[in-house]
C-alpha cells in the first residue's frame, strides 16, 4: 500500500437496482446539443449533415445521488435543470462501429445536467471553457444504474417537473445522434472504460431554479430522478 500525504479522494459510485454492489464511476461525458428543439432555444440549430457531435466532461467528483438536497450554487443567478438519459459503459472500447455499440453498454440512467446557465453561455460567446458553467460542484445528479447489458434504447418518453409541473417532455427517439452514433464517436477520441458514464443531451424546455424548487424527472422504462435545491451557501 503507498503512504499518502491524506486521504486520497474516495471513489465516486451509484447503486445498481436489483444489486448490493456498486457501479464505480469512472468518467462523466456529456453530449452537447442533441436535440434539435434545444438546439434551437439555445439560439444555435445543429445540420447534422455537415456537423458532427461534441462533448465535454465533468470531474467525477461532481456525481451526486438522485434525491439530493444541493445548495444553490456560487456565482451564479441562472442555474437550469436540463433532463437527460444517461448510457452507463460497462466494458472497454476504443473506434467502437456503430453496429457494434450494443458491447460495452452496461445499462441506462435517468440524469441531471445541472448548469450555471449564465456562466456557459458567455464561455459559449467568448470563445472560453465551459468548465464554471458546466463543471459544477454536485451537478451531475443521476438515478441508480439500471442493468440492460447490450440493450440500445432508440426510443421512450423523458420528461421533467419542476414543483409537480411539466417543464420538459420529448422521447428518446428524436435525438440527433442516437446511442449507437454517440459511442461509435465518442469512442473516436477517449478509450472507453467501464465505469464511464455517457448524458446523450437534454430535450427543450430547460429552465431556471430557486432555492426550495423540487425537480423530479424520468426516462421511460429507465429510471427516475429527483433533486431539491437548496438555500445558498
Ligand atoms: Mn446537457
Redesign the pocket.
Known amino acids: 500500500m503507498p503512504q499518502y500525504l491524506f486521504s486520497p479522494p474516495p471513489a465516486m459510485s451509484l447503486g445498481i437496482r436489483g444489486s448490493d454492489t456498486r457501479f464505480p464511476i469512472n468518467r462523466p461525458f456529456?453530449?452537447?446539443r442533441n436535440y434539435h428543439a434545444h438546439a434551437v432555444e439555445m439560439g444555435r440549430p445543429v445540420d447534422k449533415s455537415v456537423e458532427r457531435p461534441f462533448y465535454f466532461t465533468k470531474a467525477p467528483q461532481t456525481l451526486t445521488a438522485s434525491g439530493a438536497t444541493v445548495a444553490y450554487p456560487p456565482e451564479t443567478s441562472n442555474y437550469h435543470f436540463?433532463m437527460?438519459m444517461v448510457v452507463a459503459i460497462g466494458k472497454a472500447g476504443f473506434r467502437v462501429k456503430a453496429e457494434d455499440a450494443h458491447s460495452v453498454i452496461y445499462g441506462y440512467a435517468a440524469g441531471l445536467?445541472m448548469?450555471r446557465r449564465d456562466l456557459q453561455l458567455v464561455a459559449r460567446d467568448k470563445g472560453r471553457p465551459w468548465d464554471l458553467g458546466k463543471d459544477v460542484e454536485q451537478s451531475s445528479v443521476c438515478s441508480e444504474i439500471v442493468p440492460m447489458q447490450g440493450v440500445v434504447i432508440d426510443s421512450g418518453a423523458i420528461a421533467l417537473e419542476l414543483n409537480g409541473q411539466t417543464k420538459q417532455s420529448s422521447n428518446v427517439d428524436k435525438l440527433i445522434w442516437n446511442v449507437r452514433e454517440i459511442i461509435a464517436d465518442l469512442s473516436l477520441f477517449y478509450h472507453l472504460q467501464p465505469g464511464d458514464l455517457i448524458?446523450t443531451?437534454?430535450p427543450e424546455g430547460v429552465g431556471p431554479v430557486v432555492a426550495g424548487d423540487q425537480i423530479t424527472g424520468r426516462v421511460a422504462g429507465v429510471a427516475e430522478v429527483a433533486l431539491n435545491i437548496g438555500a445558498p451557501e
Do not use: L
Request: glycine share 20%; proline share 0%.
Open positions: 456529456f453530449v452537447g436540463e437527460e445536467d448548469t448524458y443531451g437534454t
